[in-house]
């Protein structure tokens, strides 16, 4: 049953046809090297966005490499009512070899980039994040008549054994032909032994043959290690790589860190019958675990010998003393001593709209608490909020234990049972006091040790 409807309802049908969305063409990209561009300007595999006739970054870009020409082409073909072109350049490196045909086997390689890197041809895929947009017409001037052969499937004819799981083993690439620029990969070792796919980084180009693919023997695995010189810095269930390719895993850390394997929080559960079993959390390799244990026999018995006498009883005493006057006995006033509660917050903020608001709300009392004045003001854009409140608690209900008595807060006493003075005056305190409610003195006479001052609410 459809939920009650009140008011107006505005659904929206959308089953009919609707209209094909064009993709935004209206930004180029062009990618290639240009050694003399302004490195800091244009860094190497990142997306720069640029207007075609901005000639301050243009001129930057260097008239070595195709980029440059390619910009004013981009310029030339523009309508009469447009002045310019939205452009992300990427500029790669180039190929560093003498002889010229690997040189430019190895441009074309950095163009075609590597996508686990994010180079070449997929840095535009940044453009995204970084420029808000996506070029979607993609050019790279100067290198698209050539023809190079790069490396596509790898076939394994055996996945070998012994590898060492999620371990990273580097693929070499040979042969292939004179003029090849050679490829580059790595695959990880598999949970059951088992070296897994190759993965590539640079297809390589201009191969005539297939390459040889090399990769690195399994090796034997280490089951034990023994430390020599721990060093500083690791942590727990952290993986070490030696240069033998054997891979060392942190389970404990000395003094330096103080993280050890450990088993903690011990607890006694019972069963439905009565037996018990000792739970705990283990620590091991960063991982938490619960385990449980039967225990009949106790592995060891302490006693209280164990963790030492008890130590000195300590007679304190109070560093404070009051001296009573009793001829300044009086009646607190009803506004007496008002003060300011606490710091008043101060609320000021602008909404996304452009409107002001703010707030503030200040609160006065005495020192028993029992007057209190409230003041709170409020601003929204163009209204407004204000409140004065007050509250009388002088009668309000105090409740204590039977037979118990207070000071108010500028008196009290202590040692009662050795003093006779400080006795005399627990009697003025509590004279007329019913049981079970607590009296309060404003002052008292002579002198007496005090300790601390409370008033029961």
Not at 337 to 364: A, M, Y
Request: with cysteine; glycine share 12%; proline share 7%.
């Amino acid at each position: 049953m459809a939920d009650p409807v009140f008011g107006i309802s505005i659904r929206k049908v959308d089953e009919g046809a609707r209209p094909v969305l064009a993709a935004d063409l209206s930004t180029i990209g062009i990618i290639g090297p240009a050694p003399l561009a302004d490195a800091t300007l244009f860094p190497l595999d990142t997306p720069v966005f640029l207007n075609s006739n901005d000639t301050t970054k243009t001129r930057k870009i260097g008239e070595l490499g195709y980029i440059s020409d390619a910009v004013r082409g981009v310029n030339d073909q523009l309508g009469e009512t447009q002045f310019a072109a939205r452009i992300v350049i990427v500029r790669t490196a180039e190929g560093t070899d003498p002889d010229p045909a690997i040189k430019l086997q190895q441009t074309i390689s950095k163009i075609a980039g590597d996508s686990l890197q994010g180079t070449g041809m997929w840095a535009f895929l940044k453009s995204a994040q970084k420029l808000g947009f996506t070029p979607r017409i993609l050019t790279a001037p100067g290198y698209t008549s050539q023809m190079a052969n790069g490396v596509g499937t790898i076939t394994r004819t055996s996945p070998g054994s012994g590898y060492v799981q999620d371990h990273l083993y580097p693929v070499e690439f040979s042969g292939g032909g004179p003029d090849a620029v050679q490829a580059t990969g790595h695959a990880y070792g598999l949970s059951n032994g088992q070296l897994g796919p190759v993965e590539l980084e640079l297809p390589g180009a201009w191969y005539d043959t297939p390459p040889t693919i090399d990769v690195p023997p399994a090796g034997n695995e280490a089951s034990a290690a023994a430390v020599v010189d721990a060093g500083v810095g690791y942590g727990v269930g952290e993986q070490i790589v030696l240069p033998n390719q054997v891979i060392v895993t942190v389970v404990t850390i000395g003094a330096g860190g103080d993280v050890l394997t450990a088993n903690v929080s011990p607890i006694v559960l019972k069963d439905e019958k009565g037996a018990t079993k000792i739970a705990f959390v283990t620590y091991y390799k960063g991982e938490y675990g619960i385990h449980t244990l039967n225990r009949d026999q106790p592995l060891n018995t302490v006693a209280s010998a164990d963790f030492g006498s008890p130590g000195p009883i300590i007679d304190f005493q109070a560093p404070l003393t009051h001296t009573l006057v009793k001829q300044n006995a009086r009646k607190k006033g009803t506004f007496e001593k008002l003060f300011l509660e606490g710091r008043p917050p101060v609320n000021v903020g602008v909404t996304s709209g452009g409107d002001l608001f703010g707030g503030t709300q200040v609160t006065f009392t005495d020192v028993l608490g029992d007057q209190q004045f409230n003041f709170y003001a409020e601003s929204v854009s163009q209204y407004r909020s204000l409140s004065v409140g007050y509250l009388n608690l002088s009668r309000r209900r105090r409740v204590a234990e039977p037979s118990s008595c207070s000071i108010s807060p500028n008196t009290s006493l202590t040692n009662a049972s050795s003093s006779g003075t400080a006795r005399k005056l627990s009697e003025m305190a509590c004279r007329g006091c019913p049981s079970g409610r607590s009296a309060s003195m404003n002052t008292a006479a002579s002198s007496s040790t005090a300790t601390s001052a409370s008033r029961k609410p």
